[in-house]
Nanobody, 133 residues
Framework: EVQLQASGGGLVQAGGSLRLSCAAS????????IGWFRQAPGKEREGVSC????????YYADSVKGRFAISSDNAKNTVYLQMNSLKPEDTAVYYC??????????????????????????WGKGTLVTVSS
């Protein structure tokens, strides 16, 4: 059974840091793009960051460039999102998702697209990040 489990969310003050983890089971990362998405209250889900062996470098949304860093530990089948200099506008439920043989630039645009219409193949349950001002 394929599962993605996101963890590491919590309450942090503005300027603080958190590290999210996305642990996968039932498949290996090698041929998948692994993306982090987030959904803030009252807003659509959006792509935040992505990593894939098909891409030469990780992908970041403009809003998090220079503050967030994505990395993977293939031995642990886990992807991490290090979030620094957090802002109140980063408050959201964060999800990780996987897509087979998808480039990150494409994956990040599928935040609100069903899998059967070209969206991500697997989604994990979210983890809440709350940044207080």
């Amino acid at each position: 059974e394929v599962q993605l489990q996101a963890s590491g969310g919590g309450l942090v003050q503005a300027g603080g840091s958190l590290r999210l983890s996305c642990a996968a089971s039932g498949f290996t990362f090698d041929d998948y793009a692994i993306g982090w998405f987030r959904q803030a209250p009252g807003k659509e889900r959006e792509g935040v960051s992505c990593i894939s062996r098909r891409d030469g470098k990780p992908y970041y949304a403009d809003s998090v460039k220079g503050r967030f860093a994505i990395s993977s530990d293939n031995a642990k089948n886990t992807v991490y999102l290090q979030m620094n200099s957090l802002k109140p506008e980063d408050t959201a439920v964060y999800y990780c998702a996987a897509a087979w043989k998808m480039f990150c630039a494409v994956a990040m645009g599928t935040a609100n697209i069903d899998q059967d219409l070209g969206g991500m193949d697997y989604w994990g349950k979210g983890t809440l990040v709350t940044v207080s001002s």
